[in-house]
C-alpha cells in the first residue's frame, strides 16, 4: 500500500482563510520534507522537517514521528499559495530515498 | 547557481523508439534522481546515482537505463516506449545519499509516446 497518504487531496480556501494539510505515513522515517509546486513550475522545498516545528512566515510545519504524521499549516492565505503541496518521507530502512505523497491542489479564490 | 536544469520541456516520442533525456546541476551535488510523475499522482522514484553508482527501483530496472559521465550530467534512457511511459520526468539532486540536505528539483520534462 500507499506509505505516504496526504490529506485533503484537493482544497479552496477563501483568500485570508487558514489551512492545514496533513501528510501521514505508514513506515518509519529518517526525515521529511515539504514541497510546494506552482502550476507549471518546479518542485521547491518549503521545510526540511525530520522532527518538531518549524516557521516560515506564513507557513508552520510539524512533524511528530512518533505518531508518523506531518502537518503543514498556511496561515492568511493568498491567491499566489495556489498550487500543489506534496510531502516526502525519507525512509529509515532499506535505500536512502524520498518517498512522496500525491499532493494537495490547493486554490486560494480572491 | 541553485538550479537543475532539463532539456527538452516538451519530448514527443513514437511507440517502440528509444528516448533519451538529459538533466544538469553545478552544485557539484553527490546524487543526482530520476521521477517519474503522472497526473494526480506521486512521484515515483525510478533510478538514483550516489556519485558513480546506480541505483535502480526493483519494478523499473528493465524498463529505465541511466548514465553519469560526469558529476555535473545524468540522462535517463528508454530504449522503446510504450504509450504508458507518457509523464512528466523530474530530475533532482542532493549532497550525499542520506537526506540530511534538501532536494533541488529541475522543471522536468513532459514525454508524450503517440
Known amino acids: 500500500g500507499q506509505q505516504v497518504q496526504q490529506s485533503p487531496a484537493s482544497l479552496v480556501l477563501q483568500e485570508g482563510e487558514n489551512a492545514e494539510l496533513q501528510c501521514n505515513f505508514s513506515?518509519?522515517?529518517?526525515?521529511m520534507q515539504w514541497f510546494y509546486q506552482r502550476p507549471g513550475g518546479s518542485l521547491v522545498s518549503l521545510f526540511y522537517?525530520?522532527?518538531g516545528t518549524k516557521h516560515s512566515g506564513r507557513l508552520t510545519s510539524t512533524t511528530v514521528i512518533k505518531e508518523r504524521r506531518s502537518s503543514l499549516h498556511i496561515s492568511s492565505s493568498q491567491t499566489t499559495d495556489s498550487g500543489t503541496y506534496l510531502c516526502?518521507?525519507?525512509?529509515?530502512?532499506?535505500?536512502?530515498?524520498?518517498?512522496f505523497g500525491a499532493g494537495t491542489r490547493l486554490k486560494v479564490i480572491a | 547557481d541553485t538550479t537543475v536544469k532539463q532539456n527538452p520541456r516538451y519530448k514527443l516520442a513514437r511507440v517502440g523508439k528509444p528516448v533519451n533525456l538529459i538533466c544538469s546541476q553545478t552544485?557539484?551535488?553527490?546524487?543526482m534522481y530520476w521521477y517519474q510523475k503522472k497526473p494526480n499522482q506521486a512521484p515515483k522514484l525510478l533510478l538514483f546515482?550516489?556519485?558513480?553508482?546506480?541505483?535502480r527501483e526493483a519494478d523499473t530496472f528493465e524498463k529505465f537505463q541511466s548514465s553519469r559521465p560526469n558529476n555535473s550530467f545524468c540522462s535517463l534512457y528508454i530504449g522503446s516506449a510504450g504509450l504508458e511511459y507518457s509523464a512528466m520526468y523530474l530530475c533532482?539532486?542532493?549532497?550525499?545519499?542520506?537526506?540530511?540536505?534538501?532536494?533541488?528539483f529541475g522543471s522536468g520534462t513532459r514525454l508524450t509516446v503517440l
Open positions: 522537517n525530520p522532527s
Open positions: 516526502a518521507l525519507e525512509r529509515s530502512t532499506g535505500n536512502y530515498k524520498y518517498v
Open positions: 533532482a539532486s542532493s549532497t550525499g545519499q542520506g537526506a540530511t540536505e534538501t532536494l533541488y
Open positions: 546515482y550516489y556519485d558513480k553508482i546506480l541505483n
Open positions: 513506515t518509519s522515517l529518517n526525515s
Open positions: 552544485m557539484n551535488h553527490d546524487t
